[in-house]
Each structure stands twice: as C-alpha cells, then as structure tokens.
C-alpha cells in the first residue's frame, strides 16, 4: 500500500527555522512530482510548494518565496520543506502529497505534521 | 491566478438525498486540471474526482463530477451517513500550480 509519513513538526518561535520530512512507503517516489500542502488551523487548503520528479522544476507558493525551500531525494525515497524565518501565518498543518507525472491531481497524501509558530 | 468559488458553504440533508456541489472558476479551467477531494475532521484529504469526471481508485460510484470551463459540479447522488465531510474543488494552473477553494461543508442530518 501506498503510504506518505510526514514528521519533522513543532513549535518554534517566530524568525526560527524547521525542516520537514516525507518518507514514502510501498511505492518509489520517482516517478511522482510531489508537493506540500498546508491548513491553518479550521481553515482551507494552501498548496505551498512543488517539485518534479527528478527536481528539475520547483514551484513556490508566493506566502513562502524565499523562505522555504523544498528538495527531495529519489534514492531515499523522501522529500523534504526547509523552513526559515517562520511566521505565526505559517502555523499549520503541512502535508506532503504526490501526484504522478503528466497528473494535475494529487493522489497519494500524507496524514501530516502540524508546525505551530509561537513565541 | 485563478480564484476558485464554492457554494453552498455548507449543505445539510438527510441520508438518501441528492447533494450538489458548485465550483466556480475566476477563468476557464482544462477539464483535465480540475479535482475534487473530500477531507474527514481529523483527516487527510483524499482524492475524489481527478480530471472532471474521473473517479478515484476506491471510490464509491454515488460520486460523480462534470462540468467544462468555469462552471463545475460534484454530485453525490445519495448521501451516506460516511459522506459527512468538507469537499474541496482543485485546479491545475502556473501560479500558483494548484488552487482549491474554500470547501462545502455536507452535513447528514
């Protein structure tokens, strides 16, 4: 079976840093571009940040622009979010999910990790 | 950026009846970059329709999607109490590469 595990999630103070894992199981990453999702708490869904299978193509969300940074590694099956200079706006919680290529949906997902932003 | 509208905010209806779900795109949207997923309190969200139309792997043939250009609808032709959820629509674009709207909220009375 499919399956995203997320960890990496915490409270950090506001200007502080964390970094995100997503282990995939019973399939490879490599042929799926995969993709950070977040919800703030009792709100929708924000996409936040891409990355194509073989990380030739990055997208960002233009609320995390040069603060986050996304990156994956095919070899360990794993796919990662850099997040500096954090925000109470980034208080969320943050899933990673897959789509795979030539796919415009995303159908594999995490059950995610929360990241509260707070001093 | 295109700027997805759902409506109603929220639908309450007794197990059995039909449930519609509107999304409507601020521009025209391909048929193949347009999903639905449902979201369980507690959750992850789980892919529903993918491509318009298209239903997931699993997934129950009382839901249906249709729709083409900046009008879309989600049908649950008749509702299960396991149907309670938030619904989401989803597009495909540049940028940002993927929008949702704000979600219906169903309730089963």
């Known amino acids: 079976e499919a399956q995203l595990v997320e960890s990496g999630g915490g409270l950090v103070q506001p200007g502080g840093s964390l970094r995100l894992a997503c282990a995939a199981s019973g399939f490879s990453l490599n042929t799926y571009s995969m993709n950070w999702v977040r919800q703030a708490p009792g709100k929708g869904l924000e996409w936040v940040s891409g990355?194509?299978?073989?990380?030739?193509?990055?997208w960002y969300a233009d609320s995390v622009k040069g603060r986050f940074t996304i990156s994956r590694d095919n070899a360990k099956n794993s796919l990662y979010l850099q997040m500096n200079s954090l925000r109470a706006e980034d208080t969320a919680v943050y899933y990673c999910?897959?789509?795979?290529?030539?796919?415009?949906?995303?159908?594999?997902w995490g059950k995610g990790t929360t990241v509260t932003v707070s001093s | 950026e295109i700027v997805l509208t759902q409506s109603p905010g929220t639908l309450s209806l007794s197990a059995g009846e039909r449930a519609t779900l509107s999304c409507r795109a601020s521009q025209s949207v391909s048929n193949s970059h347009f999903a639905w997923y449902q979201q369980k309190p507690g959750q992850a969200p789980r892919l529903l329709i993918y491509a318009t139309s298209g239903r997931a792997r699993g997934i129950p043939d009382r839901f249906s999607g249709s729709g083409s250009g900046t009008d879309f609808t989600l049908t649950i032709s008749r509702l299960e109490p396991e149907d309670s959820a938030v619904y989401y629509c989803?597009?495909?674009?540049?940028?940002?590469?993927?929008?949702f709207g704000p979600g219906t909220k169903v309730e089963i009375k």
């Open positions: 990355i194509s299978s073989s990380s030739t193509l990055i």
């Open positions: 989803q597009q495909y674009g540049s940028s940002p590469l993927f929008t």
């Open positions: 999910a897959g789509r795979g290529d030539f796919y415009y949906h995303m159908d594999v």
